[in-house]
């Protein structure tokens, strides 16, 4: 398989398994001791958010794959794309990171009320600032790729697929209010089978129209694009028919008088907890963006080297990613309904056992390299970037984990959001970027470029444990102000 030899496969099946008995034997112990509730709680909330973002990460490392035999253009030209909708992406989830902070928290005061106009405020911004993305790509589609490369062949293939993926923006937009709310009231399987409906879907018409299958065009990655936006309207319409079906007072179903509903107290809280989150992730996607124009500074190899690792990486990583997730919504939960020295040993517990994940996935990342490279069609130069990218990203991914798990899971659970951006900001912008440009200005090669960018994560992870030790986060907002009125 792949041109490697029996014994290295031996050796990463035998590690994988051990590691999996681990797990089940941990959970095993923790399932009948006095950690039960704990464990019982996160398995049913993460199982079916991690299902959800595998499958939602997998979109983007598909595409990769299918589009690896094209060529390095055609490769870049997807990466450029997928900036442009990492970036759209990044301010819906900081706007609907707003929807799940305040839903998890009037659910767990079994305030109906308000979580419906949080459902409708939430859906009105997001949408509102879908539009806003639709506009640039589908109109000005030059404008956006010129700032990530000036290779022909790649603009105009990124032309094509950005024109057609800008009409899924708002369906994109509304499919991330429901699943935000659905997750914050504890159904996050809606959102996983939808999302798994979707992957099917996008998986067979990628094959049939980027390599022209039977009655199917050869579109290339036009192609690609055609058969992701088919997905996201399957997505949101089974999304929007669940809401409406599923009972006359579905929790997070609101109609007009639940948005007129919304008094000036509701909107100042809201603003004043969730600008911060909106600002943060759409600031730290911007600099992620900035990254992509200092690694084009060095050539269309290594957009491309940097593509492959980041969708690669995104996999390892999706587990601490998912379990932050959980963790901010059983976190507010038990803020909101007022079990404070409960959500203090919630956090320890999730702390160490994002980090251990984090470390143990990153470990995994760096065994499966030789794989990884016989799975991507590339040339023995990108090859050896590669190796080394997927090393540094391995070795720090413990700790990227820890800070994820403190930003999105800890601090934005209790509402503590303005030091969660400034920690997030003055970390990516007055460190990792400065190094990162400096280093490709000075001609350093790709993996190093990547070795500044990850520098960011030491100096999160110095000014963020003392915050969360502090328990300035712990803050139960329903308490701030009178929201239902």
């Given at each position: ?5 029996p014994m290295y496969f031996g050796v990463y099946f035998f590690v994988t398994a051990l590691i999996v008995l681990g797990v ?417 200005i000075n001609g350093f090669p790709i993996y190093m470029l990547v070795l500044f960018t990850y520098s960011e994560e030491i ?27």
């Amino acid at each position: 398989m792949f041109g490697l030899s029996p014994m290295y496969f031996g050796v990463y099946f035998f590690v994988t398994a051990l590691i999996v008995l681990g797990v089940i034997l941990f959970l095993k112990k923790k399932l009948v001791g006095k950690d039960r509730e704990f464990y019982k709680v996160l398995l049913v909330l993460c199982i079916p958010i991690i299902v959800q973002n595998f499958i939602s990460t997998s979109v983007n490392v598909i595409d990769t794959v299918m589009i690896s035999s094209l060529g390095e253009e055609s490769i870049a030209a997807v990466g450029v794309a997928n900036q442009v909708f990492f970036l759209f992406n990044m301010g819906l989830i900081g706007l609907t990171g707003a929807t799940g902070l305040f839903i998890s928290q009037f659910y767990g005061s079994n305030d109906r009320k308000s979580i419906k106009k949080v459902m409708g405020l939430s859906t009105i911004l997001c949408v509102g600032f879908s539009f806003i993305f639709f506009v640039l790509a589908f109109f000005f589609p030059e404008l956006i790729i010129g700032i990530f490369s000036t290779d022909p062949k790649v603009v105009e293939l990124c032309k094509n697929y950005l024109v057609v993926i800008a009409i899924s923006y708002p369906l994109t937009a509304l499919s991330m209010v429901i699943s935000a709310g659905a997750r914050a009231v504890r159904n996050p399987k809606l959102g996983m089978f939808c999302s798994g409906a979707s992957l099917i879907i996008n998986i067979i018409f990628n094959y049939c129209l980027i390599f022209g299958i039977g009655i199917f065009p050869e579109l290339g990655v036009k192609g690609a694009a055609i058969s992701t936006v088919f997905a996201r309207i399957i997505e949101c319409l089974l999304l929007v028919g669940y809401v409406i079906l599923k009972d006359k007072d579905y929790i997070i179903k609101f109609n007009i008088n639940d948005i007129k509903g919304i008094n000036k107290d509701f909107f100042k809280v809201y603003m004043s907890k969730g600008m911060p989150i909106f600002i943060n992730d759409f600031a730290w996607a911007i600099g992620s963006v900035s990254y992509s124009v200092a690694y084009a500074m060095v050539g269309t190899s290594a957009i491309a080297a940097s593509q492959i690792a980041t969708s690669t990486a995104n996999l390892f990583i999706m587990l601490a990613m998912c379990i932050a997730t959980g963790a901010a919504i059983m976190l507010g939960n038990e803020l909101g309904a007022d079990n404070t020295d409960r959500a203090i040993d919630y956090s320890n517990k999730f702390s160490k056992i994002v980090f251990v994940v984090g470390s143990i996935l990153g470990g995994m990342l760096i065994l499966s390299i030789p794989i990884l490279l016989k799975v991507y069609s590339t040339s023995s130069t990108m090859a050896g970037d590669l190796s080394k990218i997927f090393v540094i990203m391995g070795v720090l991914m413990g700790l990227k984990s820890f800070n994820i798990l403190v930003i999105v899971g800890i601090l934005r659970s209790g509402g503590d959001t303005k030091y969660a951006f400034a920690l997030e900001f003055g970390c990516m912008w007055l460190v990792s970027i400065p190094l990162t440009f400096f280093g490709a200005i000075n001609g350093f090669p790709i993996y190093m470029l990547v070795l500044f960018t990850y520098s960011e994560e030491i100096v999160k992870a110095i000014f963020g444990l003392p915050r969360v030790l502090s328990k300035v986060w712990v803050v139960n907002l329903t308490k701030d102000i009178e929201i239902s009125g």
